[in-house]
């Protein structure tokens, strides 16, 4: 532990430094440390562990920043990014991979996993930049909520195809349930805590209720979310934003303890998995080259061309902040091998475009975001 | 993880309406939910890494609110009071046992699990109440430490026997290792840390990088605790200690949400390892209740005894406050297990020696500190 995070700050610092975020500093000092470099640490299973909570609690801060009905402002936007981002990556994937005369089945997943968004490094490179109540974040955060529904969706299609059948009715019921509980959740959540929070903890005698609810709220949807199918960190988002006008600063104090704590073992443990191993033959290398340029592209163009209603600056902020696939399309890889339709090549070609793709984002951002200071202070005095 | 959190927080609001410490509620939570009544759980690799890191944290929380210039201060005292709570204990277990018919060894391995002392448990119930700064507290809290490297002491001593020969040049360097570190870290830790920190601070450019420094020094003394051989609780409570003089409210803060959470899977921790199935014979139960007994008495009286300079309320503050076994007993019971010089009875006696005596203690440091709440403006305006 003492490793992992020691590491992660040191290259953070180094990254600062430079002028360049520290958050890529993070992810490549688990490169670093990792099995393929220095070999000092291999992910482990309690390692997996931590990582998870980290990201957990990087989206649960996230959403203690973020009002469900501002949100819902931006739903129309938010909903074209998604679809766009979901179904350009898809298509651009599946058809590269079919062309390179790749297996079907395997060119499919590989659309698949290009769908992929995690939002937790964009969330993180905003809020700690203080840019998550400009209306390009806002649009990411929805649409990334709305992307994990949509990918979890695609994913279940191409999973029941590569099983040999396609249950329509089981596809359907599975992203009923996602849609339902995402929504149900993001729609009532606020307003549930808002009445039934004072209450209960009016009623407690335990010392620090009001984060011991949290923590239960947060650990509960998270739980929830899993269940309905979609991914933990959108559960503990949720549980941010049902938490957000009720909650207070000491929660959030006490939130963010834990999240500096934790953060490093999930940006470490991205780094961890960044594997080179799979690229022996020049071809492979060349499709990863290529595919790594389709995910940056097709994510950029697809959610950019949603957002451009918008005005181009915000539409280049949304495309950018699309882009990181992080540790979603490794799982998707992970779940690829453990369905044994992907192969080592391509799992290793899946992960390494979710690494690279993660450690461009943040510097791409500070870019794209710029000099949003000062229209963050028009932002706030106008609005 | 949901459960864990849950079940505690929910056992502590039961007994805090009842009156009585929370603390003990979330213990008995784990007994509850664990292996041997309910059956929900059982005691995993996560659950052990989370628990001690929840300890760690609290240790650390209770070192940012101790100076060392105050521990050194009751160093005469706490000296004494560490020495008769490891003497009384150790002979009153050796005794009973050998008495009781077991083999030399078991029996001398017994005494050596009687000296553990689990500072946890009392730290975390005199900093939720504000008696940190008590003068009795500060005894409690200088002797635990000494406490811990004398048990090491004896249980280096006790191991080489089981061993075979004992090997008097390494238990020498074993105990001078474990002395050296912690007398040269509480020493001149905060002096260190006044005179680096500041500068380090200042040239940093992460975000948060007081907290950063905060863990990195927390993890390094953790780590250097186990390596030269004391508990890293020690560490992290040196590590506490250190930064006590220097940091601000914010670490605190930030460190408060990471116990807060963390905390119940110490507590749950404990009670998912209490387990009768060895008890099933009367001998067996008749020698677990007698050894209860005395491991109560035996460190109450020692280290009261110790106390008793300070004045009758005082000694029977420290007294109850050495009590609790938690942790620290079991990883004797593990060790003995291990090495093989004990039985499955006698682990299971020592296990549900260590869970009774850290749910008693609660309660008793209750009605020792009773009303300290007068005594502790008195202190504050007189001191």
């Not at 938010?78 to 390179?100: E, N, Q, S, T």
């Not at 994913?155 to 992203?175: E, F, P, Q």
């Not at 960190?233 to 006490?254: D, N, P, R, Y």
Request: charged residues 10%.
């Amino acid at each position: 532990m003492l490793l992992v995070f020691a590491s992660a700050k040191l290259m953070a610092e180094l990254f600062e430094r430079v002028g360049q975020p520290g958050i890529v500093g993070e992810i490549l000092a688990g490169v670093l440390i990792g099995p393929h470099v220095l070999g000092w640490l291999a992910p482990t299973e309690l390692l997996t562990t931590l990582s998870e909570l980290g990201v957990m609690f990087l989206l649960f801060r996230v959403g203690l920043e973020v009002k469900a009905s501002e949100l819902m402002k931006v739903g129309g936007t938010a909903l074209l990014v998604a679809l766009a981002g979901v179904i350009v990556p898809f298509f651009a994937g599946w058809g590269l991979c079919a062309m390179w005369g790749e297996p079907r089945i395997e060119s499919l997943f590989t659309g698949a996993a290009m769908v992929a968004t995690s939002v937790g490094i964009t969330a993180q490179v905003l809020a700690s930049r203080g840019f998550l109540d400009l209306r390009a974040s806002r649009i990411i955060m929805a649409a990334a909520v709305v992307d994990d529904v949509l990918g979890l969706i695609v994913l279940a299609i191409v999973s029941s195809m590569a099983k040999g059948k396609v249950n329509y009715l089981d596809i359907a019921l599975t992203a009923g349930l996602a849609l339902g509980f995402t929504f149900f959740v993001a729609r009532f959540g606020t307003r549930t805590v808002r009445r039934v929070m004072p209450t209960v903890q009016a009623s407690l005698r335990v010392g620090e209720s009001e984060f011991a609810l949290a923590m239960t709220l947060l650990f509960a949807l998270s739980v929830l979310a899993v269940f309905a199918g979609v991914a933990a960190i959108i559960g503990a988002f949720l549980a941010g934003m049902a938490l957000s006008e009720t909650s207070e600063g000491h929660v959030t104090e006490l939130t963010n303890g834990v999240a500096e704590l934790l953060a490093p073992f999930f940006l470490v443990g991205i780094g961890l998995h960044f594997d080179l191993t799979a690229f022996s033959n020049r071809a492979t290398l060349g499709l990863a080259a290529l595919l790594l340029v389709l995910a940056v592209l097709s994510k950029f163009l697809g959610c950019g061309l949603g957002a451009i209603g918008m005005g181009r600056a915000d539409a280049i902020r949304v495309g950018v902040g699309m882009v990181p696939r992080g540790e979603v399309g490794m799982v998707v890889a992970q779940l690829g091998l453990s369905l044994n339709v992907i192969g080592h090549n391509t799992y290793g070609i899946i992960v390494f475009m979710s690494v690279v793709t993660t450690l461009i984002a943040p510097p791409l951002l500070k870019l794209a975001y710029g000099n949003a200071h000062y229209e963050h202070q028009d932002y706030v005095r106008l609005g």
